[in-house]
């Protein structure tokens, strides 16, 4: 985003949002009426997510090898950004000299309430982690934010021995309660602001929005549970 991000050397950091990023004027862009007066501006167009996301496509590709992956996609917020990225390696593998297998699992984790932290990693669903033992792992993530519900979930998985294990997430947000972990993939560090769209919610609401914004304090009262 022109004056306000920089290319970072290394893929865990991605595309850098500066803090006086000022984003995009919302009446530049098209998006579902019933959010309007919700939302502050646009961080993310939808072009530029998408975009970013097939380079990160060649960058896991390049890196992990052609090796058979299992892709854990973690629910509900990652789901477009598993598809995006997953339908990328499909288009890198049928183009290369040799088909790699890729299968698609879920995880459903639940760790905000309204926008506050909960403090614990919920998994919901009971999905049975020893199915991952002896696999090549790549974890779907939409935001990495303190770094505590990924780094649970990563304890919980390395239990049961898979191959390898590398994560990929869409955001990764510069926050004074990180504990420092970092994605081996990410599409963009932005600031510590609560965003949705692009499957990102707040309270189920927002999954809609195919950009990524900022929500307003008028969207968080109207959606508060």
Same mark, same amino acid.
């Given at each position: ?11 865990? +950091?991605?595309?850098? #949002? ?7 004027? %919302?009446? %530049? !862009? ?47 917020? $990652?789901? &477009? ?17 040799? !088909? ?5 699992? !879920? ?11 909960? $403090?614990?990693?919920?998994? #919901?669903? /009971?999905?049975?982690?020893s199915t991952l033992a002896g696999k090549n792992v790549l974890i779907v993530e939409d935001v990495v934010g ?14 049961? &021995?898979?191959?390898? #294990? ?15 972990? +970092? ?13 949705? /769209? ?7 609401? !927002? ?11 008028? $969207? ?6």
């Amino acid at each position: 985003m022109a004056g306000s991000s920089e290319a970072a050397p290394d893929h865990g +950091r991605g595309i850098v #949002i500066m803090d006086d990023w000022p984003g995009y004027n %919302l009446n %530049l !862009f098209t998006y579902p009426q019933h959010y309007y007066g919700d939302l502050e501006y646009v961080l993310i167009p939808h072009g530029i997510i998408v975009d970013r996301i097939e380079r990160l496509a060649k960058d896991i590709m390049k890196d992990i090898g052609y090796c058979d992956i299992m892709v854990l996609c973690v629910l509900k917020g $990652g789901y &477009k950004f598993c598809a995006d990225l997953v339908e990328h390696l499909k288009n890198i593998s049928r183009n290369s000299d040799r !088909f790699i297998s890729m299968k698609v699992d !879920f995880i459903r984790i639940k760790s905000y309430r309204n926008d506050q932290f909960m $403090g614990e990693m919920q998994i #919901i669903g /009971g999905y049975d982690l020893s199915t991952l033992a002896g696999k090549n792992v790549l974890i779907v993530e939409d935001v990495v934010g303190t770094g505590r519900t990924m780094k649970a979930l990563l304890s919980s998985i390395e239990k049961y &021995k898979p191959n390898m #294990i590398k994560v990929a997430s869409l955001l990764v947000k510069r926050t004074p309660r990180s504990n420092g972990y +970092r994605p081996d993939y990410a599409g963009f560090e932005i600031p510590n602001l609560f965003v949705v /769209g692009y499957a990102l919610d707040y309270n189920e609401y !927002f999954r809609d929005l195919n950009h990524i914004c900022v929500i307003n304090e008028h $969207g968080k009262e109207k959606y508060r549970v």
